[in-house]
């Protein structure tokens, strides 16, 4: 088992910074989700672990080996893409062993290591079967399989289950969180779907445009964004944006926007006064949103009018698209909700949870 370090990695296309001083420490055995939007760099900076792109600049670790100039197959890491990339002429149990074949691990250790992997992987029974016969999510069990049985110190997944239907992503997801536990190892995951990161990081890592935003907990890079790029990636449906101003005194402090205004929560009056005058972005999340007569209690509570335009009822909930002075927001409501479209409907914003950015730097604030 290994640790993983980036030692202020960048790596460069001709002019084109793919990854921009990229500095991150990964635990042993933790797993750490790599995500952002495409084009952001997080496929490179595994490719460059894996050793299938050269490193530009900096360093990169496994335990406490550097491995810039270490043959990919000497790295003792296991990689999983996008892409099943099965040999079609083998069978599953031919496909899972070939990497061992080719190490000459014995022909009685290869068997139990494919048994192995495929029993934790519900399989055992199609290790016959040729691809073609498989499913896309047995496909998938099967190109983790391979990995697998190579019991390397680190996997590395590039978003291995794009492929797959809704249900068997859920599906999958929950597999592998089981399967991190059972094998103890290094896990480093990317992903541009944030549920996927949500759901199964230990940690999460934030890119946009080949630089590191934020790296956290899930819990806390949800409740504590550092800045406007990880508040708007992170969460679903996303936080809801207003440019505002920050206005009042000491004492009472009021955000400002262009279609409505709302009264800070006295107890975050010190860490705002310093901000008056200022413009800012206010952030509030959709779940943080409610039809008035279903507030929770206890909260501090920005009440106001808005219009319904659009309403997408989910069963356990309400999407309800918004319209307040031309100004478009999303609300996460509770199912009860009788709002109907078109109509004016009082609602509440829960200010406790409120999010302030600077409007120059995007930085939080709050």
């Known amino acids: 088992m290994a640790s993983v370090t980036y030692n202020h990695v960048t790596k460069m296309f001709g002019e084109v910074v793919a990854v921009d001083d ?89 068997k139990q290591r494919v048994h192995k992997a495929a029993t934790a992987l519900g399989i055992g029974e199609l290790l016959e079967r040729k691809p073609k016969q498989l499913s896309g999510g047995q496909r998938q069990r099967v190109a983790l399989g391979r990995a697998i049985v190579r019991e390397p ?28 536990l059972q094998l103890g190892t290094t896990f480093i995951y990317v ?40 508040a708007g990636f992170i969460g679903s449906p996303a936080m809801n944006f207003f440019k505002a101003r920050m206005a009042g005194s000491d004492e009472t402090i009021q955000i400002q926007t262009t279609a409505f205004q709302v009264d800070v929560p006295r107890d975050k009056n010190p860490v705002l006064k310093q901000h008056l005058g200022k413009e800012v972005i206010f952030g509030i999340r959709p ?31 309400q999407y309800l698209f918004l319209v307040v002075d031309s100004q478009e927001f999303v609300a996460r409501v509770d199912p009860r909700s009788s709002a109907a479209v078109g109509e004016d409907l009082e609602i509440a914003l829960n200010m406790d949870n409120m999010h302030l950015f600077d409007a120059q730097t995007e930085e939080a604030i709050l």
């Open 287 to 317: 779940e943080d949103i409610h039809d008035k007569r279903f507030m929770p209690v206890d909260v501090t509570v920005a009440p106001m009018v808005a219009k319904v335009d659009v309403i997408e009822p989910m069963g356990s909930e």
């Open 191 to 230: 992903t541009h779907d944030q549920v996927e990161a949500m759901t199964m990081g230990t940690r999460i890592a934030v890119q946009s445009a080949g630089v590191l935003q934020q790296v956290d907990t899930p819990q806390n890079l949800y409740d504590h964004p550092a800045n406007l790029f990880v």
């Open 22 to 110: 990229l500095s991150l420490e990964i635990a042993d055995k933790e797993f750490l989700v790599l995500v952002g939007p495409s084009g952001c760099g997080k496929s490179t900076s595994l490719r460059l672990l894996a050793g299938l792109e050269e490193v530009t600049g900096g360093e990169i670790y496994i335990g406490d080996r550097l491995v810039n100039d270490v043959p990919a197959k000497d790295r003792d890491i296991a990689m999983v893409f996008q892409s099943y990339a099965l040999y079609p002429h083998m069978s599953v149990f031919d496909n899972m062993a070939f990497a061992l074949k080719l190490r000459k691990v014995s022909k009685k250790e290869i």
């Open 153 to 180: 110190d680190v996997f590395l997944m590039d978003e291995p289950l794009s492929n797959l239907d809704a249900k068997l992503r859920v599906e999958a997801r929950a597999m592998l969180s089981r399967l991190h």
